[in-house]
């Protein structure tokens, strides 16, 4: 295939995006379609066959499924079994189009390694089709189960009345009627034999009185003019024809068979070759754990083959827990994750790949979130070989005799990263801006252990693991003229990390805040991280969470730096992060202003305090002698999972059987999940349907969650199959979650069946894949919306 025609390709779905984008403007046609080839063809070759790849297999089969509905039409008149079993197999044909439709869609969704690289836009114009497919897929499946219904009433009426659907329907339910009357619902069956052998029985004794005859037909609910056929027919019953037999009541509906793959996805579980789970990382609020997925060779291929799936609960205060995204309630942290992931330059953030509700019936647990995982460790084990010797209480010191310090360069590109970061929470894009549709994210809890280190895909210090802002559990979501009230963010003590947070988060005794927290507060944070690798630690005591006003603000700052880190570090770099931590919001940088001190202090030329290591290549020298030593990846790329380093904590696993070719992918083994056998992660659902309310059975649903007492119970083990951990004590009681279920969606009882909760959400309750569509939101609390904008 030529260039031209795969660049074609992509070039049309990225204008159906923008023609469907209802904030687009009314000018820029061409602007955007020059746009969207130059990012397409500034790809590389490989990524460009595959983005390609995607589109056309989406593209045919949004085609063949147009041709699939024009050939279903109406069932021909009159309806006979021959018309309607065409009916139901053009039907058929229909619903596996649109599966078909559903599974490309889903695999330009999976995909997003490709699709960031051209355009966030057509990753929101997929998601809308994606929920269009889910709430097109089930309108021909209810067809087909009214098609069913009259093949089987027509198939029964041939063989005794011959008459139409209408009127079988109508004495089906007729009949149906006088059975609730009598409370019996197989009366009907039996009045008819009964009646039979009481015809029999009044030729063989000469009848019955005709008194006998109306007590009888009054107690079983007949009609008295079936009372005369039975005197007449007692008379002379050779003159009279066989009595007509009662219909059948109507079958129950027609449910597809239940998968086991559907009972996984009903109780959010990984498909097969996910080895897992390993505990990474717990506290009283949430647990982490990480999966890896193996191909039928037993190898980690590819770096989307390893998630971390968060258990949590919401940590905000009750005003600030959930925003509407698109018409659909979701919690802050997966709203913020989400908007962050569409946009250009989000490398810098932790990717969020699915979610999923808890059901209320879980204690202590809100929402489970399924993230990209990043094997280089996070900054407060970072720092380790350079602090050893540093306690959290302890005053500034030295680093060990050996004199080691961090590189100031690799300062430079944690500063850059996270800066960049603050942009995109406080701005979004362009296209957001100009629609009045982005709210700032406050992220609230930015310290070393939540920026991640992970493979540098970005085209900024490539020798350097790339610094990942991660864990959103605190974060806020601010409008420009946001309704709710400074006092609501403290009805839990605030946001983040005591010790270790802006002024503006803490809980000021005999005070009133003016404000809600905004982008300076993570100019704030950011300046803290930077702090702490300065100093090896991640409190300071001198930031006193509950002291009063009165106090002074000198007390509210963290201690400047010593002479050895004035000595090691440039007056620039610590200069720009004392900046940074400003006690009054309003003295500190924004992070445009610091974006640009950066780039000043880091371009080329005899001041540049990086060394010329922004823009080098990866292989350059100079990363060695600038270097650091981040945790080895310890679940590697291209080694057997046998082979990793913490394989053995992962319990026995096998990898997924391999098939001979593409048409026997969901054919593999009898045993296993027969849609969730490839190899590859393009068709990895990822725990189910976005936003879908998990199920669980009772015994399910308690391991899970906590006693009031936050005491693990004994009999809390987890079942072998289940691939989930008991969780932690969340540090406060969480309110009644059936309040906070997703707008639109259904809410199951620990009874029940996994099943009919899956069939139910996906009849019933589509949702779109990983998340939503739209970039318009307001921030609510609980069910009670308050537009913010």
Known sequence: MSATAQSEAWVDLAMEAWETNPNRKIRGRKRVESAARAK???????????????????????????????????????????????????????ITTSQAVRDALTALLVRRDVIPDTDGRVVQHVERLFQQAKDDYDEPIESRVQAQQDLEVVQNSAEGRGES?????????????IAAQTGKKAQLRQNESGRANN????????????????????????????????????????????PIPAMPPPPPPLLSPVSPGSVRRAKGLLGVGWAGPKLISGTNQSKCEIYVKQNSHGTIVDLSLRIVVKDTAAGQADAFKYADVGGIQMPVEVAAMHMLKQLIGSECIVQMRNWR????????????????????????????????????????????????WIPEPFLWAVFHTLVAGGLLMERGDGDYLEAGAWHTIVHGDLKLANVFLA????????????????DFGESLMIASEDIRQPEQLFENEGIGTYNARAPEQTVRIGSSQEALPRSSTNVWGIGFVLWSLVHGKETDKLLHDFEADGDGQAKKKPATFNDGARQQYSRQLLAA????????????????????????????????????????????????????????DKWPLHTPLVAAPEAGKLGRFDPP?????????????????????????????????????????????????????????????????????PSTPTKRAMTDRQDRVPSGGTHFSPSTPPETAQLHSQQHNPRGSSDLPSPTYSITSSRRTSNAS
């Open 165 to 177: 659907i209408i009127d079988a329907r109508s004495n089906s339910q007729s009949e149906q009627q």
């Open 657 to 725: 059987p391999r098939r001979r070719n593409r048409r026997d992918r969901r054919a593999v083994d009898s045993e296993t999940e027969s849609d969730d056998s490839g190899e590859d992660d393009d068709d990895d659902d990822l725990g189910g349907n976005a936003g879908d309310i998990l199920s669980f059975s009772t015994d399910e649903g308690s391991e899970r969650g906590l006693d009031e007492s936050g005491v693990t119970g004994q009999s809390r083990k987890r079942p072998a199959a289940d691939g989930i951990a």
């Open 40 to 94: 397409f063809e500034g790809l590389a070759a490989d990524r460009r066959h595959n983005v390609y790849t995607l589109v056309s297999s989406w593209s045919a089969a949004r085609d063949a499924l147009d041709v699939a509905y024009k050939a279903v039409g109406d069932p021909e008149i009159p309806q006979n079994a021959e018309n309607l079993t065409a009916h139901i197999t053009r039907l058929e044909e229909a």
């Open 199 to 242: 015809d029999t029985e009044g030729e063989q004794n000469g009848g019955r009185s005709g008194a006998e005859h109306e007590n009888q037909a009054q107690s079983t609910g007949a009609q008295p003019a079936d009372n005369n056929v039975d005197r007449s027919r007692a008379g002379n019953s050779e003159d009279q024809p066989p």
């Open 357 to 404: 509700m808890y059901p209320s019936t879980v204690p202590h647990l809100d929402y489970r979130i399924y993230m990209e995982y990043c094997g280089r460790g996070d900054l407060f084990d970072f720092k380790r070989p350079y602090y050893q010797f540093v306690s959290q209480d302890a005053e500034c010191q030295l680093p060990p005799e050996n004199g080691i």
């Open 577 to 632: 992060i004392e900046h940074c931590l400003a006690y009054d919001a309003a003295a500190r940088p924004s992070c445009a202003d610091l974006m640009h001190t950066i780039r000043r202090n880091t371009g080329h030329g005899r001041h540049d305090r990086a060394r010329g290591l922004r823009d080098a290549d990866s292989k350059d020298r100079r990363f060695v002698k600038y270097g650091v030593a981040p945790q080895s």
């Open 455 to 470: 493979e540098n895909t970005s085209n900024f210090y490539r020798g350097y693991p790339q610094p990942k802002i991660a």
